[in-house]
């Protein structure tokens, strides 16, 4: 065990850890800006439309393989914390080597599945033909895309967030370059941005090789003169069984999350058009809220990892008690931003005096989202630090069934449909941090 390490020394490595990851997390909205203003300027809404489309397709095929990223760091970090070398290097063989098997197979039913998804988001004929040509040229990069999620988790369970926020930057720069390249100096038009998204996203791909080589040093099994050792140890040992159940289970848990997210905006429609789109903007709150919280929750990951590997227990329960405590100021911070300034930011979002009304009716839903939300975040990154991934999938399920048991209770209940949707919306994040935060002194106070 090693020796205690001051509250000054913890914080700063939460912070060098949660920062460069929020960081990478802020730029994502960026990108989504420029492509939206880039399509802006094709002429007609349909572009436009194209985009919104186009990228939920996108999400929709990419969304169910986030364990790609998560499965990665938990088992990295604990590999890290033991000094394991033949398992790291496993370990990133592995998640690499995944990714890309899993975007050949997405390329190869991009037919049946892309049509699949355009026929339920029921997008009127232009718009989705030129959804379809964005579509089909962007899952060409899926084997990058989910390449580059692996090496992620590999580089953020080596300790490091910085290299990953580098990539992110560049990559979005290379982006916004080549969609305006080939959107107006080629003349590509409308599937020069999907070209450009093609390009940035296997430049992704080698500039995480290259991150991952520099951060691996001499034994990066890319390079390593023990590669033949690493490659047998991929489908030898109890190492691979392991690699597939943490990741089975934190498929699972996807297929619920995105379970949850589609019904929100599916009732929401059901409802009606202005509640839809009153709940799209509430839903950037969440969001936002979320890019901040994923920082320390990626934070939580590494260390606990870390922890577990070097089996220092003391320390881990050190630093999760450091960990909940900024979350908590985070979360404190942004109930207050959402109280003061709330509607005054959902008025910059949408100019629609309907769709105002209606946020201003339910503007108790976002206010109280970051108190509720902030442990679900954070105690899903301790779990998946320590790999305890039956129980992430656990609470996940539970709070999912409550969620749809509140959503669809009878329709004489008190409330009108929307606050139900929000309630039961609220309760699903809180009974997830309820039962997760429940079980975890089971898992390191005993320790």
Same mark, same amino acid.
């Given at each position: 065990?090693?020796?205690a390490?001051?509250l000054k020394?913890?914080?700063?490595?939460?912070?060098r850890?949660?920062?460069?990851?929020?960081?990478s997390? $802020?730029?994502?909205?960026? @990108? *989504? %800006?420029?492509?939206?203003?880039?399509?802006?300027?094709?002429?007609?809404?349909? /572009? &436009? #439309?194209?985009?919104?489309?186009?990228?939920?397709?996108?999400?929709?095929?990419?969304?169910?393989?986030?364990?790609?990223?998560m499965?990665t760091?938990g088992?990295?970090a604990?590999?890290f914390?033991?000094?394991?070398?033949?398992?790291?290097?496993? $370990?990133l063989?592995?998640? @690499? *080597? %995944?990714g890309?098997?899993?975007g050949?197979?997405?390329i190869?039913?991009?037919? /049946? &599945? #892309?049509?699949?998804i355009?026929?339920?988001?029921?997008?009127?004929?232009?718009?989705a033909?030129?959804?379809?040509?964005?579509?089909?040229i962007?899952?060409?990069?899926?084997?990058a895309?989910?390449?580059t999620?692996?090496?992620?988790?590999?580089?953020?369970?080596?300790?490091?967030? *910085? %290299?990953?926020?580098?990539?992110?930057?560049?990559?979005?720069?290379?982006n916004i370059a080549g969609?305006?390249?080939?959107?107006?100096?080629?003349?590509?038009?409308?599937?020069?941005?999907?070209?450009?998204?093609?390009?940035a996203?296997?430049?992704?791909?080698?500039?995480?090789?290259?991150?991952?080589?520099?951060?691996?040093?001499t034994?990066?099994?890319?390079?390593s003169?023990?590669?033949?050792?690493v490659?047998r140890?991929?489908?030898?040992?109890g190492?691979?069984?392991?690699?597939?159940k943490?990741n089975?289970n934190?498929?699972?848990?996807?297929?619920?999350?995105?379970?949850?997210?589609?019904?929100?905006?599916?009732?929401?429609?059901?409802i009606?058009?202005?509640?839809?789109?009153?709940?799209?903007?509430?839903?950037?709150?969440?969001?936002?809220?979320?890019?901040?919280m994923?920082?320390?929750?990626?934070?939580?990951?590494?260390?606990c990892g870390?922890?577990?590997g070097?089996?220092?227990?003391?320390?881990?329960?050190?630093?999760?008690?450091?960990?909940?405590?900024?979350?908590?100021?985070?979360?404190?911070?942004?109930?207050?931003?959402?109280?003061?300034?709330?509607?005054p930011?959902?008025?910059?979002?949408t100019?629609?005096?309907?769709?105002r009304m209606?946020?201003?009716?339910?503007?108790w839903?976002?206010?109280?989202?970051?108190p509720?939300?902030?442990g679900?975040f954070?105690?899903?990154?301790?779990?998946i630090?320590?790999?305890?991934?039956?129980?992430l999938?656990?609470?996940t399920?539970?709070?999912?069934c409550?969620?749809f048991?509140?959503?669809?209770?009878?329709?004489?209940?008190?409330?009108?449909?929307?606050?139900?949707l929000?309630?039961?919306?609220?309760?699903?994040?809180?009974?997830?941090a309820l039962v997760?935060?429940?079980?975890?002194?089971?898992?390191?106070?005993?320790?």
């Amino acid at each position: 065990m090693s020796g205690a390490l001051s509250l000054k020394a913890i914080d700063k490595s939460i912070l060098r850890l949660a920062v460069p990851a929020i960081v990478s997390n $802020v730029t994502v909205p960026l @990108l *989504g %800006l420029c492509d939206t203003a880039v399509s802006g300027h094709l002429g007609g809404s349909a /572009p &436009l #439309g194209a985009i919104a489309v186009g990228t939920m397709m996108l999400n929709v095929a990419y969304w169910l393989f986030g364990f790609l990223r998560m499965g990665t760091t938990g088992l990295t970090a604990e590999a890290f914390g033991s000094g394991d070398r033949d398992t790291l290097q496993s $370990v990133l063989l592995r998640g @690499l *080597g %995944l990714g890309l098997l899993i975007g050949i197979a997405l390329i190869c039913l991009r037919g /049946p &599945l #892309g049509a699949l998804i355009l026929h339920l988001a029921g997008a009127e004929p232009e718009v989705a033909a030129l959804a379809r040509d964005y579509y089909d040229i962007c899952i060409c990069g899926a084997p990058a895309l989910l390449g580059t999620m692996a090496l992620t988790g590999w580089m953020i369970g080596n300790q490091s967030t *910085g %290299l990953p926020m580098t990539v992110a930057i560049i990559t979005n720069i290379i982006n916004i370059a080549g969609s305006l390249t080939f959107v107006f100096g080629i003349g590509l038009g409308f599937t020069g941005v999907a070209y450009g998204t093609l390009v940035a996203q296997w430049c992704g791909l080698v500039l995480s090789i290259i991150f991952s080589c520099r951060l691996g040093g001499t034994y990066t099994p890319l390079f390593s003169r023990g590669a033949s050792k690493v490659w047998r140890s991929l489908v030898a040992g109890g190492g691979l069984g392991r690699y597939f159940k943490v990741n089975v289970n934190l498929f699972f848990r996807s297929v619920c999350i995105m379970s949850v997210s589609m019904t929100v905006t599916a009732v929401g429609a059901r409802i009606g058009d202005i509640t839809l789109a009153a709940n799209a903007v509430m839903m950037q709150f969440f969001i936002f809220f979320s890019y901040f919280m994923d920082g320390f929750a990626f934070a939580g990951e590494a260390l606990c990892g870390r922890y577990k590997g070097a089996g220092d227990w003391m320390e881990m329960r050190r630093s999760i008690r450091r960990i909940l405590g900024w979350s908590v100021c985070m979360a404190l911070l942004f109930f207050c931003v959402y109280l003061l300034a709330g509607m005054p930011i959902a008025r910059m979002l949408t100019d629609d005096e309907a769709v105002r009304m209606e946020i201003a009716r339910y503007s108790w839903a976002f206010i109280l989202i970051p108190p509720l939300s902030v442990g679900a975040f954070v105690f899903d990154g301790f779990y998946i630090g320590l790999t305890d991934t039956g129980r992430l999938l656990a609470a996940t399920v539970t709070a999912a069934c409550i969620f749809f048991v509140i959503s669809f209770l009878p329709l004489h209940t008190p409330l009108a449909p929307n606050a139900l949707l929000w309630t039961a919306f609220l309760s699903y994040l809180s009974i997830r941090a309820l039962v997760l935060g429940a079980m975890l002194p089971g898992v390191v106070v005993s320790r």
